[in-house]
């Protein structure tokens, strides 16, 4: 594996003769804003930082770097979870944001084309004035290229898919430099392997995607939320299992422990009730039909002893919900300052879910830590922050083998070590149990197209 | 590439010794049978045709023939349209049928585990009592195995997604007889390389595939179809064009041209009037919203001149329209006797759909040939099948002509040659120019994974 000592005068010659002196950087605090990600882990410096501006400029930069096993790791907003693309063998990061150009948006076919470096908001700003969106929504920010690389799901998954799901092509430039592009412009095809879904998810580790065509969804007439809170987590878990099994396709269904809900309170001065609570969102283009199946999801609810259910909440409420539901990495940050966390992100068939969640909050508390549990229940999804001081190796190893035991959980359950936050540093270890002997082939698969290993080294497989 | 005369008398004990005399068969009636598929390409008898009983002999067999160099080719109901599973250079076919056991229903998780060889119809009746259901149908029986190779998709795709879109988990096994278990029972994963649809649609070329885990669907509560008739083929498929755009999401959205009306009147005894027309189904929960969408449907039809629209089709009259609609194939056939054709199956973005029904048509008529035209509008799908006698090479050349046409007009278009059908025999010439510089990388996996080309030889990339 490549890990060079730093780039030498010759590879900086060469990256100057490609982008020009303005588009590279090696001074220090550049190095250090590309050396981490949302996650708890340690960070690492590159030994430069590129603003590629076009395809051709990466594939250059790519085919060069193959050449001398320089590492290169794709880079745009680094609100990943997972130290995704943490640059830990150095090397040279492409930072993708300023490819963030809308190339094409074509409402007739509910499908545009962008750039990698565009922030998924703003390319839903400039849908909104033809009636469309692009649907995934991980809470951060985040970009197109971003959320392709990691198959970044989030809330509204559940009714609308992941990431990938929405990715009709892609244009990607292969660690030898060369530019494909797979993938159609229709809305299905029976023709050659599915190489698209192939990079969905990859990391980075199997070429820079450079284009990406995605399928757009017509924005939803109507929306109805709301909120259920419940005398106990086993209480609102198997609410979820029950609206699931029962067919129904909310928008969102988002579980919240009681302590998170305390969190969100103080940080953003609201009064939610502090109980497990369940937020439901629904979406379609008939009001009837929402009210119905609110009426539904609530009469599931009661019958699982919910407490208080606040439904047929407006806009601007829901709004603010939703606010709330996206604050909470940063309340938790807030309340517990200085703290570093493990971010749990397992997902289990929906019938375990009520146990997994059980299972975490045992792991959690059986070892007298703190870690605030919440997650895309309707898809299985369970996210815990498992904090721990940096200074106590004590509780950060107890923190480590909670997070351990509620990932062999999963697994054990029929489930995955990360149902969105991708592989990265945190969950390779996991690979060989997740994936048995599967795991020799996506090794191949890596080796085939990127036989020096340069891209995004250490992750994944 | 591998191309025995035949199977050696070692060959064959080592058959025998691996599922017994019973289960292989070197008969004429046997061979012939497994020469063909549905599709007018050339039949080519396989040497041999064996009828695994588990994993552990296809592993065995698989691994041998790969030391050996002998052609494998996986086959089931043979009810595909490209030639997909045609043993083109003879050695081993595995005919799946045996092992077509459902394994596990989890009526719990929405999912169920089956074997390869069992047919899709068998599987949704057993599900029936569930409340659920696996929703892709190509029509023609088929089975999971099949439907998995060639990503099938039919009627349903439009509202519940391709053939892939439902498999959660595969187990294969790999040419050099590595059983490998690929996918998750979580509803989303983001871990490792996506190797599950990279086997999704492989027709055979990558490994064999021995068992299935599906997610299903709660069947619909509501149904509700209509029938739209026009008096051109342009304002059909426009009201098509528009429906999609509005993001309606009917269950199916099938085009019929006027020829195959007057077809299906003659084979079923139908008196539906002969025009272009469109079929329509809406399924969902509440019958107040399909109501609501079956009005706007109208709406959008009687604004492009429909001459006459018979919604609130009941579940009777709905029953016998898809009966028609599946006995497209099979009227055809009998209004031809004799006659073979080439089965277009290019998909294109929805807005070029008027193109390309337009273009196909002048493609054929202006030929003089027969090639009446159908398809699954919704999802941009074009077929027709273009009849030529045997006899008549001339014929026979500018059929093939008028199919090609027609494909490289699809793939100006932005589409694809092959939406559903599969790449099989009859798409491979088309590969390069619909996927450039990624065709290369296709063959470096076909080439990775099979290195010795036994698995369905001939077919794909």
């Known amino acids: 594996m490549p890990n060079p000592k730093s780039l030498s005068a010759a590879d900086l010659e060469f990256l100057y003769s490609v982008v020009g002196r303005d588009r590279i950087s090696t001074g220090t605090s550049e190095l250090d804003l590309h050396s981490h990600d949302e996650s708890g882990h340690p960070s690492h410096r590159p030994h430069a930082v590129v603003w590629p501006h076009s395809t051709e ?42 490819m963030d150009q809308i190339l094409d948006i074509r409402p007739e076919d509910l499908q545009v084309t962008v750039q990698p470096g565009l922030d998924f908001k703003k390319l839903n700003d400039r849908l909104k004035k033809h009636g469309l969106f692009f649907p995934p929504d991980p809470g951060a920010t ?25 990715v009709l092509s892609l244009e990607v430039v292969l660690p030898d430099g060369r530019i494909i592009r797979c993938g159609t412009r229709a809305m299905r095809s029976s023709s050659g392997y599915d190489l698209v879904k192939l990079f969905v998810g990859s990391e980075g580790t199997l070429g820079v995607i450079t284009e990406v065509t995605l399928r757009l969804t017509g924005l939803p007439r109507e929306f109805m939320a709301a909120v259920a809170c419940f005398d106990s987590v086993a209480h609102a878990t198997h609410s979820v299992v029950q609206m699931v099994q029962a067919g129904l396709a909310p ?42 199946e ?69 792991a959690i508390t059986s070892r007298k830590l703190v870690g605030p549990a919440f997650g895309h229940a ?84």
Chains 1, 2 share one sequence.
């Open 57 to 98: 400029e990466i594939s250059k930069i790519v085919a060069y770097a193959n050449e001398y096993e320089i590492p290169i790791t794709p880079y745009a907003a680094g609100t990943s979870l997972e130290g995704n693309p943490i640059p830990v063998q150095g090397g040279i990061v492409l930072d993708m944001r300023k």
């Open 142 to 166: 985040a970009t197109i290229g971003g959320m392709v690389a990691n198959n970044a799901k989030g809330i509204r998954a559940i009714k609308y898919g992941s990431t990938g799901d929405q």
């Open 251 to 292: 928008a969102a269904l988002e579980f919240i422990d009681t302590d998170i809900i305390r969190l969100v309170n103080h940080f953003k001065q609201m009064k939610m009730h502090e109980a497990p609570t369940l937020f439901i969102e629904c979406q379609g283009s008939s009001r009837v039909a929402l009210e119905d």
């Open 294 to 362: 609110i009426r539904f999801v609530k009469e599931l609810c009661d019958g699982n002893g919910c407490k208080t259910f606040a439904a047929g909440v407006g806009r601007e409420e829901r709004d603010r919900l939703w606010e709330a539901r996206y604050s909470v990495h940063e309340s938790i940050r807030c309340a517990y300052p200085g703290r570093r966390g493990y971010v749990v992100d397992v997902a289990v068939p929906i019938s375990a879910y009520p146990e997994i969640v059980r299972f975490a909050d045992e």
């Open 378 to 461: 309707g898809e299985g999804n369970l996210h815990a922050e498992i904090l721990f001081a940096p200074n106590d190796p004590a509780q950060q190893a107890l923190a480590k083998e909670a997070n351990h035991a509620i990932v062999h959980q999963a697994l054990a359950l029929g489930g995955t070590a990360t149902g969105e936050h991708g592989v990265g540093i945190g969950k390779r270890e996991f690979m060989p149990k997740e994936h048995g002997a599967s795991l020799e082939l996506m090794k191949q698969i890596k080796k085939l197209i990127d036989p020096h290993g340069i891209m995004n080294p250490g992750k994944k497989v």
